[in-house]
């Protein structure tokens, strides 16, 4: 009895880790922002999933950016409400992290599939390495971008 008990729990564990996980881009998905083929670039995917188990990718923060601050203007009939969890490849680990969570670093000398980027980080600690190590402008959390941010690092204004 207790293996059976403990065979369910594990199940389910395993269940919840992997429903908590984003998907994988498949071959052909394709940032909805850009239009850039999503999977090439691994190492930067972001990921926004929703209620319905949808999810878009994006190849890097700042495209998942661009499209969090106006879902509509690239995919009609989706808005922030639907969204339940955005994910992000922190830079040292590549591992996906919660978006909400990361700290961002921009300006500085590591660019992206689409440029300058917001350089996703795991922690503080991680954010105040890449920024020195990486000569970085700046260091923000997810609520401090904006919208004119992501325009502005595409003119290499930090």
Same mark, same amino acid.
């Given at each position: 009895?207790?293996? !059976?008990?403990?065979? !369910? ?10 429903a908590q %996980?984003?998907? =994988? ?10 239009? %850039?083929?999503?999977? *090439?670039?691994? #190492?930067?995917?972001?990921?926004? &999933?929703?209620?319905?188990? @949808?999810? $878009? @990718?994006?190849?890097?923060?700042? /495209? ?8 509509? *203007?690239? &995919?009609?009939? $989706?808005?922030? *409400?639907? !969204? ?9 680990? +590549?591992? *996906? ?16 599939? %689409?440029? $300058? ?5 795991? #922690?503080?600690?991680?954010? /105040? /390495?890449? +920024?020195?190590? $990486? =000569?970085?402008?700046? %260091? ?13 690092l595409d003119?290499?204004?930090?």
């Amino acid at each position: 009895m207790k293996r !059976i008990f403990g065979a !369910i729990l594990l199940s389910l564990w395993a269940a919840v880790a992997v429903a908590q %996980m984003p998907p =994988k881009p498949g071959p052909k998905d394709t940032c909805p922002v850009c239009g %850039m083929l999503v999977s *090439k670039y691994p #190492n930067w995917v972001a990921t926004i &999933v929703y209620k319905d188990g @949808h999810a $878009h @990718h994006f190849d890097g923060a700042k /495209d998942m950016f661009k499209f969090w601050f106006d879902p509509p *203007k690239y &995919v009609a009939g $989706h808005s922030q *409400k639907m !969204i339940t969890a955005i994910w992000v490849t922190e830079y040292y680990g +590549l591992r *996906k992290i919660d978006a909400r969570k990361a700290w961002y670093v921009i300006g500085s000398d590591v660019l992206g599939p %689409m440029g $300058h980027e917001f350089v996703p980080l795991a #922690n503080q600690a991680d954010a /105040d /390495d890449f +920024l020195r190590e $990486h =000569k970085g402008k700046r %260091m923000l959390r997810f609520d401090e971008v904006s919208a004119a941010m992501t325009l502005d690092l595409d003119e290499g204004r930090f």
